[in-house]
Nanobody, 127 residues
């Protein structure tokens, strides 16, 4: 069974930065494409970014393009989401998820395309 644990959330002022981590255990993390999602109060869960098994292919939703960077260190079984220039609208619970595929594919923003989920970490952007 694959386990994913997010960390790194917290309270940050607008314009600030945070780095989220997703630690993967149970199997080698480089067997899976990994996605980051977020869910704000009263809203549906939204796909934020995805990284392929190899780390050579990444995708982002438009609202975070140029501000967020996804990466992975397969030697540490960890995927990161570096978030810069944070805005109040980035406030949400952030989740990482793994899919049993090497590539993110066109379905990457859909949460139904992922097979394993973490518990989430809260990110609050406020002055």
């Amino acid at each position: 069974q694959l386990q994913l644990v997010e960390s790194g959330g917290g309270l940050v002022q607008p314009g600030g930065s945070l780095r989220l981590s997703c630690a993967v255990s149970g199997v080698t993390s480089d067997s899976y494409a990994i996605g980051w999602f977020r869910q704000a109060p009263g809203k549906e869960r939204e796909g934020v970014s995805c990284i392929s098994k190899s780390g050579n292919s990444v995708v982002y939703t438009d609202s975070v393009q140029g501000r967020f960077t996804i990466s992975r260190d397969n030697s540490k079984n960890t995927v990161y989401l570096q978030m810069n220039s944070l805005k109040p609208e980035d406030t949400a619970v952030y989740y990482c998820a793994a899919k049993n595929r090497a590539l993110c594919g066109s379905s990457w923003p859909r949460d139904s395309s992922y097979d394993h989920w973490g518990q989430g970490t809260q990110v609050t952007v406020s002055s």
